[in-house]
């Protein structure tokens, strides 16, 4: 074997040590993916609340791995007992079907706990609840934050109970993942329980009880209260424990998790876990690395000399772009940005459209509206925006965001007309 060839293989050597080391030992970011498994450590998991719930509605919990409509089925119907049925997750698949057989044992005593950042259309229509999306970060834009005096920072939620017994304690929630509230209900069978709070101290109704029958429900649209990193907050965890305390004492609780366990624990954390998990992956790996070294070792000493490689003219045209694209990145000035970004906007449609862009007024809107033949609502919402940053005069990188969605959507929607 070769001088050269020594020195090859010992630096490959090096560099997969080297690399093996660095990759063990830098601090791994984390993982907010919303799980909402009882078995994941992860933030958005659901392994603490798995641990302490029997404490907190003071009974045994059962944990039922299918959907309610097998339960349904599995129950003795002849012998009903009213049950408390507990439901968390980002959103809840109930099918129409469940959903009648949730109703029909809720009207006759039992109670439903349901804890999703929206829920299934045909159980709203049912119990009179609709909601909608109420963005946070857009309430941020629309007030100057600075004079906002909400007693928050930036990203974080204010929660709070109606109860009186708990005062008016507000609990902060940061970082925010759910935005949706409650709007129409049914006042005669529907008793508001919570708020959310938003920067310029609006409330919004997130947790309410609905009376059905001779039981209730219980909706709750921030189910991340009830994850890992609310339940290691303190005055959080606290909210979660006030929150469950609504459900109805004397009655057997059964929490469905379907699709909330990992199918099998991972037994290594190592880089390859995952290839020497299945055999035929782990095959494929020993004789792609046996391959290699074979390569290595056999064509050290039969290279063929290099044939220079004539590169053709290149277009500069994309780098150009990337160019000035960096610079505006560098510079940070997002109110220039969407100064040119809206120039460019109004721009487009002066061509395409033909219409005076000089003044944005509602005539304006529905000269557009009837020329270009886009929805309404969506040219209004790109207008709007546009004259509030024209008339504050500054825009911030989550405006920018906010900008450079309205204007693609207006490009994006579909004709229902010709220009």
């Avoid at 009376?211 to 959080?236: A, E, I, R, V």
């Avoid at 459900?247 to 059964?254: A, F, I, R, W, Y």
Wanted: charged share 25%; hydrophobic share 35%; with cysteine.
């Amino acid at each position: 074997m070769s001088k050269t060839l020594k020195i090859y293989l010992f630096s490959f050597a090096v560099l997969i040590v080297l690399m093996v080391a660095i990759d063990q030992s830098r601090t791994q970011p984390l993982d907010w993916n919303p799980s909402y498994q009882l078995d994941d450590k992860i933030p958005l998991g659901l392994y603490l609340l798995d641990n302490e719930i029997d404490g907190l509605v003071g009974d045994s919990v059962k944990r039922y791995k299918q959907t309610f409509y097998e339960y349904y089925r599995e129950s003795d119907s002849l012998h009903f007992t009213p049950e408390t049925y507990l439901f968390i997750n980002n959103y809840i698949p109930l099918d129409e079907t469940s959903v009648e057989k949730l109703l029909e044992n809720v009207k006759r005593g039992s109670s439903a706990f349901i804890g999703a950042e929206d829920f299934s259309p045909y159980l709203k229509d049912t119990l009179h609840a609709r909601t909608r999306y109420q963005s946070y970060y857009e309430n941020i834009i629309y007030h100057n934050y600075s004079e906002l005096n909400s007693g928050f920072d930036r990203d974080t939620l204010g929660l709070s109970l109606a109860n009186p017994k708990w005062g008016e304690r507000i609990y902060k929630l940061s970082p925010i993942f759910g935005n949706f509230v409650f709007g129409k209900v049914d006042a005669a069978t529907t008793t508001a329980l919570g708020y959310m709070i938003y920067p310029d101290s609006t409330k919004y109704l997130s947790f309410i009880k609905i009376k059905f029958g001779q039981g209730y429900f219980f909706l709750h649209t921030q189910p991340s209260t009830f994850c890992n990193y609310s339940l290691m907050d303190k005055d959080l965890q606290e909210y979660a424990e006030n929150t469950l305390s609504y459900l109805p004492n004397g009655q057997p609780v059964v929490w469905f998790v379907r699709n909330q366990y990992k199918e099998e624990p991972d037994k290594s954390t190592t880089p390859l876990s995952v290839i020497f998990k299945y055999p035929a992956l782990r095959m494929v790996w020993l004789i792609f690395v046996y391959g290699l070294l074979l390569f290595i070792i056999f064509t050290a000493k039969r290279r063929q000399r290099v044939v220079p490689i004539i590169k053709p003219l290149r277009n500069t045209t994309v780098e150009f772009a990337q160019t000035i694209g960096n610079l505006y990145f560098q510079e940070g000035d997002s109110s220039n940005i969407a100064r040119k970004k809206i120039i460019y906007f109004l721009d487009r449609i002066r061509q395409t459209y033909y219409i005076d862009t000089h003044s944005l007024d509602d005539a304006f809107v529905q000269r557009l509206h009837l020329k270009s033949g886009k929805e309404l609502s969506t040219i209004r919402n790109a207008v709007n925006f546009i004259r509030r940053i024209n008339e504050r005069g500054s825009c911030d990188e989550i405006g920018l965001t906010l900008l450079n969605e309205y204007t693609e959507k207006f490009w994006d929607n579909p004709q229902n007309a010709n220009k």
